[in-house]
């Protein structure tokens, strides 16, 4: 039996998201206790960061193929497309990062990514109970990372040594 898996990247990014999909993929294919009698096939949608109508117009163009699943995109430009579409079809649509939107869970609809709540506090409880740090820098390479962080920044009184906050420039001398 074949189960045709969807995905969507955005190959501008260039965060090797489909090799690391590809891979896992061909992991469960090469383990025959996992699945016996099974392949998953991988149908791959590679569209750009922003372009949601080409992203949507090739996720119909999939569904024909007996879709079972759609993993991605990450973008959030083209995530609420994606996902309205499967919520439509039926099919599950699995996304790992981080949705700022709030929106409540679809009936097909799965974030495997932590909610930013739950990361918070275990940012707040690694720095301030177990590491007892009172002085530490935060990298972060976008608006939205440093977001996630109010409430490691704010467990900083006052008093405190100082905390360093730094924004990673992408091909800049970071150091």
């Known amino acids: 039996m074949e189960i045709c898996i969807g995905a969507v990247f955005h190959p501008d990014i260039q965060d090797h998201q489909d090799i690391a999909f590809q891979y896992s993929v061909d992991r469960v294919n090469m383990d025959r206790q996992l699945l016996p009698y099974t392949t998953l096939l991988v149908k791959e949608v590679n569209t750009s960061w922003t372009d949601s109508f080409t992203t949507g117009r090739r996720i119909c163009d999939m569904s024909g193929n007996r879709l079972t699943a759609v993993f991605g995109p990450y973008s ?100």
């Open 76 to 175: 959030p430009s083209t995530s609420s497309i994606v996902r309205s579409i499967c919520e439509n079809l039926g099919v599950p649509n699995i996304q790992a990062h981080w949705d700022m939107s709030h929106r409540p869970p679809g009936r097909c609809h799965i974030n495997i990514h932590p909610d930013h709540k739950t990361m918070e506090q275990a940012y707040e409880t690694i720095v301030r109970e177990y590491l007892q740090w009172k002085s530490f820098a935060i990298l972060y390479e976008s608006d939205d990372a440093l977001k996630r962080l109010q409430s490691v920044l704010q467990i900083h009184g006052p008093g405190d040594p100082p905390v360093t906050i730094r924004k990673i420039i992408p091909g800049g001398d970071n150091r």
